[in-house]
């Protein structure tokens, strides 16, 4: 697709010419508009049918417009039961943007230091719709472009796109800088007592450079080098290469490079020409089907990734069968005219910026699908990923790509996890009161974010799902001493035991065969989340003002071990807990429209996106009646058919919501279903949403304005009154824990899960 005239006369260079002799540190400014363009959002519109720019700008504000919409219903900028009409039209139908004027402007960034060039341009298409109120939804829209080079040997100090040739020289060079630059600046990311694993391939031998040698450790003689890759891999579904017991000792004797797989000869390519001379393959290394090696072997998979002098990442390779070495296509890239020194410039539009705090660049490719490649992710010091589009490293300091974005950090994931599973804060006991970006570092959320990612990948086999894990559980564990439960730990277990299936993702489902206990996320195929470390997303108004109260207590519990790995297969469990009980005394679908508040007036936080149960809690002693109405939902489609008079509601935890005259309430639980005698319980479900009661009102209007049906049973939120307390609001030091008292309590009883 051509440009349009407008386009055509893009001064985009003159404005980086503008900037080069300034110093963005220094007094000068590190920003220049550009002027003489589209002024208004219509006009790219009606040429983005043939302008290849337009289209691009209109794509980018397109994929911004969810970010704004996100963030105004975070925030509540609206009512949510009363949206603006407009707000999920196409931009392109809303007169507000249609008019909206439109601004250029190119920053000059001064990069982080990965061993390359120091600068980068960044350019920003916005459009604003000028005066507007907090609840119209109609924010600034943002397209941000890279500006940068096609030719990957110019000498121009910005960026260059990525090479489409994954062996380039240009690939391997930055490759070789990026190693260079950490071995000479992070000597953390170096293992510095690391050593040959058991077995490993020489792919080196300069007597034989067709074939490569599998060795084993205590025959090897040259054992003064020990600086090996790991190959992290997707095997694919068909025949693999592997070695077996009757193909041990014919390995030992050499494979022919040409007989490789794809995915194996690429590896030999990158390892070679970043000179390494031994490669550890698993499927090679490990003897497949000599289950006691495949037992020693495998439960020292944390420390071969983790003192590898670098972990290689096929990440585009859907299979040993295809390689990851695959020519690259540039992606929303518009070529302006060739400049005055015969390059090429580019805009690449960016990905939206978003609240989170680093988008993963590989989370699409194959390798981020399967479930026992994501410890090969998180164990390493370093690794270098083949993506589909570029090359990425990620090392304990920084954050890399072939295209010049860079992050520091401080710790690779695995340090990152363990961080957070040895601090003391946590969403039941903050130490700060600071607002929602405070509580992000809270005791093991880093934990079950990485379990969120896990349990949405393929796994070939259900009963991998606890092995798949155990290299990282145990780093994490030696790291915290804390125990391990079946996925969950016992410094973290109110957390972990508030699992539920994910909005939109595939329906939990049973395995086949016995993984854990029934209060494991690992005794479920599926994708889950932990709802209590993203609560106050839905609620950051109340951040400073709430906070969780545990209302379970860990007593004991038992794991009967299927393997030598502790961290491995189970071939059972229980837990002990004390915590409150409620008998169900009704179910039944969640009314549609959220619950409004009854006494109070305020916003009420968003309701959990993965309940659709609305449930009812009665329990009678001889002094008092309790009764209420919560919102969860069930875990498994089957579930739905246990007999009501077995079911119960365990409370985990209440989060009371202060108002001035008085509070609304918050709880996350458990529905579970009785067996058998005494007091023990199957999980089969979850309780996350406001206590909240029954309507009761002449002509059942509020069944009307909630569901439409006059007959219909509607629900609001509970409030509970009391006197106004110093520090409920706003005093945020005054007391030590601002809790209101609890309307529903009782005394908690042993309860075992199994």
Known sequence: ?????????FDVYGAIVSLT????????????????????????????????????????????????????????SFPLEDPPEDLYDDIATINAYLNGGVDVEVERINRLDDGRHKVQFIMTISCNVGVRTSS???GALCARFRIADTDSNSAVPWDRLASQDPL?????????????TCNENHKSCVAESAQLPARFLDISDDADPTHIFLKELQDFKHNTVSRYVALSHCWGTGPNLCTTLSTLQ????????????????????????LSVRYLWIDSLCIVQDDPHDWQVESAKMASIYRDAYFVLGAACGESDAQGFLHARHWQDVVTLTPLDNGATLALQLLPPETDEDHVDPVSQEPLSKRAWCLQERYLPRRMLLFGSQQILWECQKMSASEEGDITLHDGSHLERICKTANIPASVLARTCRERYEGDKDVNYVDWYKMVEDYTGRFITKSSDRLPALS?????????SKDEYLAGLWKNGLIEGLTWCGSQGAEKLEEPEEYIAPSWSWASVTGTVRFPIYTWYERARWSANMSDFEPLAEYVSHSLDLLDLDQHGRLKGGWLRINAPLFPITSLEPRQSSPPSLVLYFGVAPMRSPFADKTIRVRLESAHETIEAWLEGGFDKPHDKNVSLDQLFVVFLTRLPLILENGFMEHRFGLIVEKTGDGEQYRRVGFVDGLVLRKVYTPLKRWALKLTGDPDAEAYGVAGFRRPLQDGDMHDLDARPNRLAYDAMWVSGTDITLV
Not at 57 to 70: A, C, D, N, T
Not at 250 to 265: A, C, D, N, Q
Request: charge should be neutral; include cysteine.
């Open 136 to 138: 119209d939804g109609h």
């Open 250 to 273: 014919k390995h030992k004797h050499g494979i022919k490079v040409s007989e490789l797989p794809p995915t194996f000869r690429d590896a030999v390519n990158v390892a070679r020409n």
């Open 1 to 9: 697709m051509a440009l349009c005239d407008k386009c055509k006369a």
């Open 471 to 479: 290299g990282l559980a145990k780093a994490v564990s030696q790291s």
């Open 21 to 76: 002799g300034h110093d963005s540190d220094g007094d000068e400014p590190s920003s220049c508009s550009i002027s003489d363009w589209h002024a208004h959002l219509k006009d790219i519109h009606e040429s983005s049918g043939s302008c290849s720019l337009c289209a691009i700008v209109m794509k980018g504000w397109r994929e911004y417009r969810p970010e704004l919409i996100k963030s105004d219903l975070q925030n509540a």
């Open 168 to 180: 380039s020289v240009q690939a391997f060079e930055i490759s070789r800088t990026w190693l260079k």
